[in-house]
């Protein structure tokens, strides 16, 4: 398997028509800026990603019974590379939960009860 840099793994033929475009630069920070703007902050992060590691063997087992060989070597190809991008901690899978502020909550609360 080719050494993997995390930039490459968009570029990568097998991985985006397998698995589509992957934008690998949405850090937790850049989704707690754009929820900043919706007036939300974060408040929990859990990383599930060795949660999700068995999926990968599960997707492999899956494509091999396709009719079309080129279509498992290149989906076979992009998810032994996403697994193994993520066993190096170079993609992860985490659930976000964002807080509404108190002033849209009330603002809300407000005009619900105006109806």
């Known amino acids: 398997m080719p050494y993997l840099d995390p930039s490459t793994l968009s570029a990568d033929e097998a991985i985006r028509r397998s698995y589509g475009q992957i934008d690998l630069s949405y850090s937790v920070s850049r989704y707690s800026e754009l929820a900043a703007v919706a007036d939300m902050t974060l408040a929990a992060e859990t990383d599930i990603t060795a949660n999700t590691l068995p999926t990968y063997a599960f997707l492999q087992k899956c494509i091999e019974s396709s009719p079309l060989p080129e279509e498992v070597g290149m989906f076979a190809r992009a998810t032994g590379r996403l697994k193994k991008a993520s066993r190096k901690g ?8 964002f807080n509404k ?15």
């Open 101 to 115: 502020a108190r002033s849209l909550r009330a603002g809300i609360a407000s005009a619900q009860r105006n109806r």
């Open 90 to 97: 170079l993609l992860g899978c985490k659930i976000l939960l």
